[in-house]
């Protein structure tokens, strides 16, 4: 057999004719023509040329089959093999299945043939048998050649041995080539020892690191050549890893792996080749031997043999060939009597009149207006509804007459298969022996209800369809009399009374499957479901709609499956978007009830920005999803992978990092038959479609945040400044909330509970602000205080600050700290950052750590349920919530453990680990006081000792954020792509249906899906509330805020309802996991008999099931899934939407938390589904939420009940409301503009840049575009760029939502921004190599020894300037910094330096010097008091004139270093070690030591006198007392006097400054510390306008 299929056609002929397992479309099978049929022309071909190889080999003299060569085909092969072969082993090396390859197969038998004098038979059988299989004829009589002529037994014939050899590769050696395969093997420069010696530097020491990666790189460039020339002096001999033995910077094991192999291949390539070449001439230049002429003549039999055809018997054929039996389905035995308790149904409960009522009072706007009416219309609805009937069960209700019916439909059941087996039985004898032989297909019911499934039904003739569908409703009434007669059994009334009201309404002809799912799922499809199912498959006018059904009434287990089954009918791609939370559930209900007798495949597409598609790919799963809408499979889909892959095609054409526009055309075009072929069902539509559901792709490069360190540095000191406010202040409780640690370096546990903290906020930043806590000059402290607390500052505010900031710009200040700062402080406070932070934000319940992928604080979308790539869309709120989560959580052993390390390579680590101690140094032990201490290699000392007293320090974590967390993470893009859930709800071909148990975001749904309103349901609202109100349900229990989940266990078990049923819709259960808290709570029950195991969930949304013995397992394999009266059930906040437990009678507690609305109150509520029928609840509230419902209430004697607790969660949806509408409408805006897009690159191509400038969207914000001009508005695109012009069907759409928002009124834009939430999918890019051209190396100069300085050593009459000694501002040629503030020649004419000092290296661009500043190490200064000059010379000048320093008597050499360590000694006064032969006379006086210090870059001040001079010099203003009227406007932010009148008036005396030097002495201070940081430092204080006290000097030498 010679076909490429030949398994899959073997596989396919078994499967086929193994009837028994199912039908086959095929009739007859096909049967195999060999080859070797005598008759065949190709047959006779092969069978000569066997004969014509076999003769050669066996007579030689008689000729060859074909002229000998090798070397044309040789080089034609790609792999060779060599395997030493024997003769006899030709059953072995001669594949049966494939034609042999001559590269596997020639070396091995040239081996042979080499070493076969003469030719055995079996020679001439294996290379005949070669020829008949195929091999060329010229490789044969090569073989033959080498076989028969002595020629060929030399040694200079020998094939050289190896295995397998990549001929594909080359075979030449280039030596060029050897440094770029070293390259490959080369130890990174940050695992070599130049990076170590570094001792894990600073990230911004550059100049450091770009000397030490100059070096790495110009040692690896020489080794990389010494092994290159060894390499090539070897080749092609064996390479061994020797060579590189001795060089540190190649990896031996990679040289092993990659270099040696290369370098093997190519050698064995090399000698293949030589060899193949050697015996082509050898072969040509011996005698050429004629060719063989000798033909072949088989007999050939006289007659053929025509097999018989056999034909296949299978239930399609006997469906199609038979007719169905005559059989009446009779009509379904009824159940039992029943009674209708009617009472007065036609009057409205008078809780849910009063709620209606006092709601009435309480709306403020046209959309509570709207929705109080909507819930007014639900309460008519709800008057006459059934749902409030009473089914009156009779005492009298006896079981049998339910096993009664059941034995009935049974009997009906068996009938009905009998008569369908009988018609599809073996009728003839022939026929009887293939079901004797087990080759005639099973009927059985699970084969013949699967003739109904959408695959099978259209070849199955009507008649059967009927006939087929009354059986399966035979079956289904057989299964619902059963589940009745249970629940009878078990007292089950709920569930009985609904399965006896039961009617069929639809047509089981039009929709046989739904029977399939009725069978198994084991339930029966009520009117009430079968009514939605029908209006989401046929929608009026065909429109995106979504409708509104009670909780309990089977929407994820019943409508979604039989919804999906009719829709994927073969036409269309069914969409099933679930939320995440959901989907493992709803994956579950879809296999159970849709993959076995409904036969739809259910499949998964977790589209997501990570995946490497090409555009084979694209077209693999646009073949896939093609072939899923023939074969009606269903997508079961998160609304984020549908999102993430409307942007993949988007991306890959307008990434600027890596353009691929075929792949991301054909992603396009796969995204444009997606519009017109799926059809979308929406579970949980008012999840799915929320303003949240967001999808942003990243564009561009990360950017720094524009105000860079301050955008952190400024929360961080808010939030120290405001605890210790809390802490003086008298703030009520009810506004703020504070959990206070015993240890004051700890930062509290704050909440905000209510807007009153707005105010208490403002007070606090004004007397902040007022009291000096920024560096803001004093008669810009109220026009501070406007700009900072007023949304609407006034117009003379905001010209005295942009005045100042201008100013200050001219001074020379390079990066607007002052205005940064300002507008960092307006974002937090008038813009209500800090408020919403600290009120609308729970830590662990809307927001947290996951630092599985980030550092940065991230969404949660529940209790401990952190999105998965959701990121806050705010920079500010990130920053601000990173912060007070580090805070409440503390740092772990590993964080500590890289701080302890950054501090001690850190500027000043004992400076700043003194300040992390200073709040608790008393319970520090003397030992751990300083940092020489501290053994970072004792993890036993750090982790007992040290750890506890820095885990939740604020000074620690605000070091470990500022150095490790924000510099790399806090970053932005400039661009972005973007896609929301109006994405979802866009109008396409084919409508978007859904549905929700509420439907309180009818009014953010998006413009383009509308809210169904179903008469048959519209007192869904009224229903839920009047449950929510039976008195059963009326006890709320006030508890203290910080009550732990232990405490909420034991005031449960203390309540004499005795709740087996805990939902945490509040969000109250935080301390401890979901399965510590089942635990604990399961052992308060080890004396109740009844309880034995509990069910909750895990951290990976899997419902399980925990028994008394520890045991975990899976809810659906667990024996308790069926015996839930027997379990606790908690489910946490995530959990208590969407699920769905039958459980028994029972009491629940529900939490209640801040901002719960009365959908997710209801929603919880709910999964009790039987309220007023054995299931009854019982409120936990704590006392914040307390406060709000009382604050609410009109009547306040009474006790808080459920009552207020439903009026408190409308009012909170209200609230929600307006706070969504600006990011609803924003996304609406950004909807419009990407549909206009999608439309124009439909209609055309365009390029690339074209299609980015339609799709991408501003995503950087500058702080100006944040906070500086916020006003109120109804349109939010009015601020939005516009990028083209829409057409008249989008203009309408921004049209509609301009409407919408007037409904809600005046709102601000930043709203939008500051709760902004989005799924971010950065750019995975695989690491790339790169060519860069650096700068230059500098080069040197060489020191010169001026005569004229050895001539004042001797002899110090006169300084000799010009020819050596030059003025200090000399030093800064060559630098950035060549132009000194004025008054920098007064303040430094004493000090000078030497030509020799100031040149290092030749200056071959502008500003070089700026990196190669020479340090300050050797001092002159006169032998005489006081000294009045300092002249600073180098090294090498030092060293030489040392001998005459030691003889002279009138000058002294001072050996210098700056004071940079709060632990140095200040060598200032230049007393501290003197080369002098004379005695020293007095040390240096203060006016020298001020121009050292600032010249020097010295970070710490010896004591407050020298500081005070120093301040002086510069003319900043460092007194406490507030300034005089008449100078205030004269102080920067610095502190520095700019006008001469006011420095009079100040005292300001003396040499000092002109202008503002802060600016000049920051950046030397950088250049002299090679651009690393000086903060926490003395300088670092004074330059930056923060005043020096007293204690900051203290233990100073």
Known sequence: MDTADQPNQLNDRIAWRDWSIGSDPRQSDDFYHSRDSL???DSRKRESTAFRIAKATLSPDDGLPETPSISQDAYQWDVVRYVPWQWQDVHNWLPSEDEPSPSDVWFGLYSLCRSTVPPPLNAAVALAFLGYRGMKLNLISSLIRVATESLFRQPRFTCPTFDVVDLRSTSQFKHSAIPGLLETVQIGFDNSTYFRSLDDIQSDDATSLAIAKGKYEGALADQINRVASEITRIWPTEISSSVIKNEPLLSLSKFSTFVKSALHQSASNYRIREFVDNVHISLQSSRISLISTHLFQPKLPRYSISPRRLTMVTLDSLLSRRSPPFSVLATPEPPPKYSINEGNHHALPSPLLQLLGTLARYSHSSICSRYLKDLQRSAEAYKGHRSRLGVDLSPTLDPQLFEKSQRATLAQTAVLIGDIQSKLLPHTPSEELMRLAGLWPDVNPHTLLRQLAMNKRDSVRHAWIECLVNYGISIRDTMRFGRMLDQCLSKKDALL?????????WDTYKFPEWILIEIDGNFAVRDVQSDVAYKMLFPDDNQNAVMQLNMGEGKSSVIIPIVASSAANGNALVRVVVPRAQSKQQLHILRRTLTDLCNHRIFSLPFHRKLTLDRQSVADVALHLRQGVSSGSIWLCEPQQILSFRLLGIDRITNPKKVDTETGTELVRLQQWLDTTTRDILDESDEVLHARQQVIYTVGDQQDLEGSYLRWEVPQKLLGLFSTYLSTEEVRDDVFWAQWSNEKSVFPHIRCLSEEGRHIIHSFVRHSIRTDNWPIPQHLKESAIDFVTSMSPSDSTKARIESYNAQEKEEGEPNDRFMHTLLILRGLISCDVLLHALKDKRWRVNYGLDLCRTRLAVPYRAKDYPSQ?????????????????????????????????RLLSSNTPDLTYAEWLQPCWDQVPPDLRTLSGINVEDKVLLEARLYPLLRFNKSTIDFYLNNIVFPRDAKEYPRKLSSSGWDLAREKQLPTTGFSGTNDARFLLPITISQMDNRAHIHTNATVISHLLLNENATVIRHPN?????????????????????????????????????????????????????????????????????????????????????CLTYLDEAHTRGTDLRLPNACAVVTLGPKLTKDKLVQGCMRMRRLGNGHHLLFFAPEEVFELIQDGREVSEHPVKTFDVIIWAIQETWHQMHTDISSWAMQGYSFATREEGWRQIGARSLPHSVVANMFCELEGRTLASLYANFTHSTAPWAHMDDRYTLDDTHRRLLQRINERCKEFGDFSSHLAMIGEEKEIELIHEKEQEREIQRTPHATALEHHLFQNLVEFVENPVQLPMRSVFLYAQDAFAGTTLSNPPRGFAEIFSSL????DFCKVIETKYPEAMSRFMRPIEWIITPNRSPPDFMAIISPFEANALMPLFRRTTKLRLHPFAPRNNVTMRSLEDLTWFTVCSAPVTAPLPRQLVVPLNLFSGALFIRDELTYKYICAAMRLYIDPKPLPSNVEDKVTSVGFVWNDAARAELGMTGPGFTMNAVFFFRKLLRFRRHGQGFRPSHMSKVLFGERLVKSDFMGDS
Request: glycine share 6%; net charge negative; charged share 25%.
């Open 39 to 41: 008759g065949s022309d």
């Open 497 to 505: 009374s609904a399965e006896m009201r039961w009617s069929q309404n």
């Open 1392 to 1395: 000078y330096v030497t030509r």
């Open 869 to 901: 790539r959701s990121e806050f869309g705010h920079p500010d709120i990130t920053i601000l919530l990173t912060c007070l989560s580090y805070y409440y959580g503390g740092l772990d052993d590993d964080m500590l453990e890289r701080l302890i390390r």
């Open 1042 to 1126: 910080s009550l732990t989940s232990s405490e909420v266990l034991k005031m449960a078990m203390e309540h004499p309802s005795n709740p087996t049923v805990i939902l945490d819709v509040g969000a109250q259960i935080l301390d401890r996991s979901n399965l510590d808290f089942v635990t604990t709570w399961l052992s308060m029950h080890k004396d109740h008999n009844k309880i034995r195991a509990a069910i909750y969930f895990d951290e990976k949304g899997n419902l399980m099931v925990l028994s008394r013995d520890g045991t975990v397992q899976t809810f659906v394999d667990s024996p308790y899934s069926e015996r839930l009266d027997q």
